[in-house]
């Protein structure tokens, strides 16, 4: 599995996430993506970005990110507040993602935990809350499509071992380093709930942390659901398909970001000439 070759790479002194960034196209996808942003920030620094602008694409990413978890609420609902439990809790998660990232590549599983109390809040008991599963527990089933996840045991020593990767240097495109980290998240399932919610907003924590994003203007979770109907079978290949499986999931996760670029609400701001 993947994860396992992850864990194994994280024991050695080098670079993690390189050679995942060297698989084929992978290198050529992620500077593609890494211009579509680029191009509209306007060449970073060039455009002013208010922080409403900031607040729209967040909600806007919370109520993809809910829909994808299975939420009926509509984006309309979302922004009065009138969403379901799932909504609720993504809106919740976004509103501490700007104060979060700056931690997301230091203290990661304090940064995890934390996503899972503010997603979870009315999906689970209080003592579920940012709790990492055990053995004691069933297995968590909560992202359609995916093969079961791992034993508590497998999945601490996985989960610690890409926490320690995160805090290491690495030559690789921080969007290679984020999709890794939502796919790892989403296959593990460390939570009893809400797995699927904390690992797209711990992929868009590191997409602001490392700079690709650092206003937090695009909404990759927008790509997410646009791409929907490969979201579950990217993470099956991811789990299931060793190298292969990755390098898909990674070019899948390019062209979430430049459609990230693309719903971004400073896009719609152009149009109105604004």
């Known amino acids: 599995m993947p994860g396992t070759t992850l864990l194994v790479m994280s024991d050695s002194p080098g670079d993690v996430f390189e050679p995942l960034a060297g698989l084929e196209g992978v ?14 920030l306007r060449d970073r620094g060039l455009r002013k970005v208010g922080s409403d602008m900031t607040a729209e694409a967040l909600l806007r990413g919370a ?8 939420s009926p609420s509509t984006l309309e609902e979302v922004r009065r ?17 700007m104060s979060l990232a700056p931690r997301a590549d230091t203290a990661p599983v304090q940064v995890w935990t934390r996503l899972h109390q503010l997603a979870a809040v009315d999906l689970g008991s209080d003592d579920q809350l940012g709790h990492l599963r055990t053995s004691r527990e069933p297995l968590p089933d909560d992202i359609p499509g995916l093969p079961p996840a791992p034993p508590a045991d497998e999945m601490w020593e996985r989960l610690s071992g890409l926490a320690r990767t995160l805090t290491l240097p690495t030559k690789a495109p921080a969007l290679v380093v984020a999709a890794i980290v939502h796919a790892e998240l989403a296959v593990l399932r460390p939570f009893p709930t809400a797995n699927g919610l904390v690992a797209r907003a711990a992929e868009h924590c590191l997409l602001v942390a490392r700079g690709i994003d650092p206003v937090a203007v695009t909404v990759p979770e927008a790509g997410h ?13 991811y789990a299931g398909r060793g190298l292969v499986g990755v390098r898909d999931w990674l070019l899948r996760s390019c062209e979430v970001v430049t459609l990230a670029a693309e719903r971004s609400p400073l896009n719609n701001s152009a149009a109105q000439g604004k």
Do not use: K
């Open 63 to 70: 109520h993809a990110s809910a829909a994808l978890a299975g």
């Open 81 to 97: 507040g009138a969403g379901d439990a799932l909504a609720v809790g993504a809106v919740r998660m976004t509103a501490e993602l």
């Open 225 to 237: 659901l646009e791409l929907a109907g490969s979201y579950a079978q990217g993470l099956r290949d």
């Open 27 to 40: 290198g050529s996808a992620a500077r593609a993506a890494r211009d579509a942003v680029d191009v509209l």
